[in-house]
């Protein structure tokens, strides 16, 4: 079956790094996403990855290797705005996404 | 101006109503879709229309029935609700069915909760 594991929770200080990341297994892949969702609000987009290596999009970077089905999302400089659930979802061979649980991340000063 | 609208935001009801929750999107898209957020968080995919045909349904009881008066608005519609339809609806568009970058624009969600 397809499935997508990322931890449920993790707390990290203002200011500092983190990284959370993310296994998947789907049949086919097209690309691996990740979102951000706060509490109460809709996920909106953060990053694309199809091809392996690192993508920087200012504080947030992504990175991806699919020989290992394995994906993390870094957040440097760390907010406390930042706190939200990241959502990894992966592409499949028929362009649906498929979506794991989110990892909330809580930011402590 | 918003990008993709839904209403209501929050709908409280008793189990065995019917009840129905909009969609319009004004970004020109011509996929737009149903995704159901259950308590544990994961996002279910139920229904995606393309140029005002179905291409996803995703084993969802036929007492959801999506309706798609024009490729700018999707509507949902629930018959009989039960229990276990509480959730967070939330309606999502995207341009090419997301087949370039995938990337999704969702409205804000409705909060549905079956009494």
């Known amino acids: 079956g397809q499935n997508i594991d990322q931890p449920t929770e993790m707390t990290a200080t203002e200011g500092a790094i983190v990284q959370i990341n993310c296994t998947y297994q789907t049949s086919g892949f097209n690309g691996l996403f990740w979102y951000q969702q706060h509490a109460g609000e809709a996920p909106t987009f953060l990053s694309y990855?199809?091809l392996d290596g690192l993508e920087e999009k200012g504080r947030f970077s992504s990175f991806l290797s699919r020989s290992k089905g394995y994906s993390y999302l870094l957040l440097k400089e760390l907010q406390m705005k930042d706190s939200a659930s990241y959502l990894c979802a992966c592409m499949d061979s028929n362009y649906q996404l498929i979506w794991g649980a989110g990892t909330k991340l809580i930011i402590k000063p | 101006d918003t990008a993709v609208s839904q209403t209501p935001k929050y709908l409280v009801t008793q189990m065995g109503n019917d009840k129905s929750i909009k969609c319009e999107q004004n970004?020109?898209?011509?996929?737009m879709y149903w995704y159901k957020q259950d308590s544990k968080k994961f996002l279910k995919i139920m229904f995606s229309y393309n140029n005002k045909e179905l291409i996803i349904n995703e084993t969802v009881p036929n007492r959801f029935s999506p309706k798609s008066p024009d490729k700018a608005h999707l509507n949902l519609h629930i018959n009989s609700l039960e229990l276990g339809d509480s959730a967070v609806y939330f309606c999502a568009s995207s341009q090419d069915g997301g087949a370039v970058t995938g990337e999704l624009f969702f409205g804000e969600g409705s909060r549905l909760t079956v009494l």
């Open positions: 970004l020109g898209h011509d996929t």
């Open positions: 990855n199809v």
